[in-house]
């Protein structure tokens, strides 16, 4: 039986990824005091997991070396049911990289704002204690996936399908258990399901159909997406 291949008629990821305007995942904001500045960044992007810890940098200037400080973080996002939350703290000047965890099923993706309460104390009169509020805007994303059908094959009177959703940077954590779905196309009819299973820890799929089909029949995959990836639909595989 000879297999060919039929190209999706969809944009490829890279071409998309520079047609489409760039998101502005990160968000900074800065604060200034008598005896210190403070700038937060934090870093937006892909969940990568369930819970995904996504780094956040401090940059303390203008501080003496006993001068202490604090930012204590408390995100939110329209639609989540928790307030994700971090805390840093040091003395003087310079810069700090922490992080913030996030999770998909109780924070879920979206434009978060970040309400930063910060504070510098002076170090020997304690009547100089500088509060400071910043507010930080920044986005979580779920993970772009690529769905694949690796095989195609007939036998004993069944047809299986097996291929592989993975995130576009080869992570398998953010699509499994979500769902596939084959769609089958015979020649001259249109697209019927014929059978949908979850994808495995490792990203594989494999769907096996009672019956056989004559050549120039078409396949193609379609993943639901999960709260971590979103859904994607593989190139059209022919027999």
Not at 101 to 106: A, E, L
Not at 143 to 161: D, F, L, Q, W
Not at 190 to 204: H, P, Y
């Amino acid at each position: 039986m000879r297999t060919k291949f039929a190209l999706a008629a969809t944009i490829p990821l890279a071409v998309a990824s520079l047609l489409a305007p760039a998101a502005a995942l990160a968000g900074t904001d800065m604060v200034s005091t008598p005896i210190g500045s403070m700038e937060l960044t934090i870093d937006g992007g892909e969940f990568t997991e369930e819970c995904t810890d996504f780094p956040y940098t401090v940059e303390v200037t203008g501080a003496g070396a006993g001068v202490d400080w604090s930012a204590e973080i408390e995100a939110s996002r329209s639609g989540g049911r928790s307030t994700p939350s971090a805390m840093s703290t040091g003395s003087g000047s310079g810069t700090v990289t922490e992080s913030i965890m996030i999770c998909s099923g109780v924070d879920g993706a979206g434009d978060y704002t970040a309400t930063v309460a910060v504070t510098f104390t002076h170090p020997t009169d304690t009547t100089k204690v500088y509060d400071r509020t910043m507010t930080v805007e920044f986005t979580v994303s779920k993970a772009e996936t690529e769905t694949t059908i690796t095989n195609v094959r007939e036998r004993s009177g069944s047809t299986k399908v097996k291929g592989t959703v993975l995130t576009t940077s080869g992570l398998s954590d953010p699509t499994m258990f979500g769902e596939v779905t084959i769609k089958v196309k015979k020649s001259g009819g249109s697209w019927k399901t014929k059978g949908t299973e979850q994808v495995d820890e490792d990203g594989n799929f494999s769907v096996t159909i009672d019956r056989t089909y004559e050549s120039g029949t078409k396949f193609k995959a379609v993943f639901g997406g999960t709260d971590e990836a979103k859904g994607s639909t593989s190139a059209v595989w022919e027999i």
